[in-house]
């Protein structure tokens, strides 16, 4: 194989993590999905680089394709938390 896809930015696209479960409303918890996308190239995005490119593999990143991006951010934040009502 020469190119993976990876799942990177989609926990913090969709709320992944449950950490994102004791944000108290959503207004804060978009604020929060918007940082975390922002923050990926510090240490995610160059973490898998680095793997794939010591491997001669591709590495792609679906879930930040800027379409995909924009889907995620236009998606109210109650509905990325199950079982979470809207406050």
């Given at each position: 194989?020469?190119?993976?896809?990876?799942?990177?930015?989609?926990?913090?696209?969709?709320?992944?993590?449950?950490?994102?479960?004791?944000?108290?409303?959503?207004?804060i918890l978009h604020?929060?999905?918007?940082?975390?996308?922002?923050?990926?190239?510090?240490?995610?995005?160059?973490?898998?680089?680095?793997?794939?490119?010591?491997?001669?593999?591709?590495?792609?990143?679906?879930?930040?394709?800027?379409?995909?991006?924009?889907?995620?951010?236009?998606?109210?934040?109650?509905?990325?938390?199950?079982?979470?009502?809207?406050?």
């Amino acid at each position: 194989m020469k190119v993976i896809l990876t799942g990177e930015g989609a926990d913090e696209l969709f709320a992944g993590y449950t950490f994102y479960k004791s944000i108290p409303n959503d207004k804060i918890l978009h604020t929060e999905l918007r940082r975390s996308v922002k923050n990926l190239h510090n240490i995610n995005l160059q973490r898998i680089d680095r793997l794939t490119m010591a491997h001669s593999i591709e590495g792609r990143v679906p879930f930040l394709d800027l379409k995909m991006i924009e889907l995620g951010q236009i998606i109210p934040a109650h509905f990325k938390l199950w079982g979470k009502p809207p406050v």
